[in-house]
């Protein structure tokens, strides 16, 4: 691990004193950037903990929350409002890593997070994101999980996060602090397709520290999140759904949200295949050719072939069983 | 750096890389907790800060200045083991025993998460109040925990004995 200098942060403008540097990181629960420090992957020469920053959560005057970038997945996943009217954000957050990760693990590092790509971590291989321009030995390599939409020349990796997965499905916007201020960015503008920088990852500019997640009111109908591993319990997804589904008395479809973890270089919002849902009759035919829809243009690689199929039968199987559920 | 290491106050001046995990075995002497992976996979490294289980193979000491810790050595009161403890041995709760301190603190950890109503990805009713550790909800909350000698059978009687929604009632 490469030597570096250690700052406390108490609030956001100390934060952003020490921050400001090309080669300074913020530090949250250190579940991966520890990690990928002790790998080299990251050789930050500033690291500036920001775990004593943005721990609330806080009730938004809009009906929606807004939850410190400090908070730790653990206590967001027990906070009673984010229990009972945001259970897709919990069950998707219980779905990731093990206790103890969850334990150290802060909102703003699960946003912030890289993937777990292998080749990506492995010093002796070709990594574009790693070492731009050096190529990638994924994509003729052992790349069973990895992405099949979006994905580029230069990178087929995946977005390893379960909670953004339930953030993208309900639009929330993340509330970044810089050296020019603060602004906000749509869920669906901070994580970016790979193209030809997969090292740029977020729309997060250096030097700038999330602050917070603001979930917006809670959409009308029922949500499910389903993720599919290789096994039961502390695995990353395969192809993993969060959906929100509100279907009228009628059995017509009001409002659907949908979006697939496991499967992009980022939280992949299903819009063409929530565009084909809404005014439809809410029926197993409507999932499936929306499911379908939605993966028309997916890309397998050598390996991940199966993903196309899981990815649509999930997103049908889980819409199916929200539909019922509403019936 | 100065922190609280199984109610004993200690003072360490180390190297800003060290780990927690390398603090407690190489700096304080105190190697009950184990290194196994090293990256955060196998939870051999579980400790418990402030009375919350973390790996401490993922923490940078420096982040934990200040704080409370509690290893496995701090879990028995002086000769007599701590309830978890005696369960492991009657269970029969491993076999190398390298996982083991992990697997104590771990459950440790989990029944105080339990008790104060923390769910589960496996949890039928998330804003239900009140817990309990059903056979289901004790193997997802231990899943963070490996054991390679396939001790499990034995790790979840004890712990479901200890702290179980069926477990019989015992005295203090």
Redo the contacts between chains.
Sequence with gaps: MTPFTYFRADDTAGALRTGAGADARYLGGGTNLVDLMREGIERPRTLVDVTAVSTEIEDDADGGLVIGAGVTNTALASDRRVRTRYPLVARAILAGASAQIRNMATVGGNLLQRTRCTYFYDEAAACNKRVPGSGCDAREGFNRIHAILGASSACVATHPSDLCIALAALDAEVTVVGPDGERRIAFADLHLLPGETPERETSVRQGELIVAVHLPAPPVGRSAYRKVRDRASYAFALVSVAAVLDVGEDRVVRDVRLALGGVAHKPWRATRAEAMLRGRFADEAAFAAAAAAELADAAPLRDNGFKIELARRTIAAVLYELAGEAA | MDLTVNGKPVSAEV???T?LLDLLREHLDLPGTKKGC???AC?AC?VLVDG????SC???A??YQGRSITTVEGLADGDTLHPLQAAFIEHDGFQCGYCTPGQLC?AV??AD?LA??????V?DV??ADTLSLTHDEL???M???LCRCGAHNGIVAAIAATYGADRPAVSA
Aim: charge should be positive.
């Design positions: 190297d800003i890389r780990s090293n990256q955060g939870g579980t919350v289980r973390i790996n993922l923490a940078l420096v982040q771990s950890g989990m998460e104060r109503g923390v769910p589960s990805y949890t998330l804003a193997r997802e909350r899943s963070g925990n």
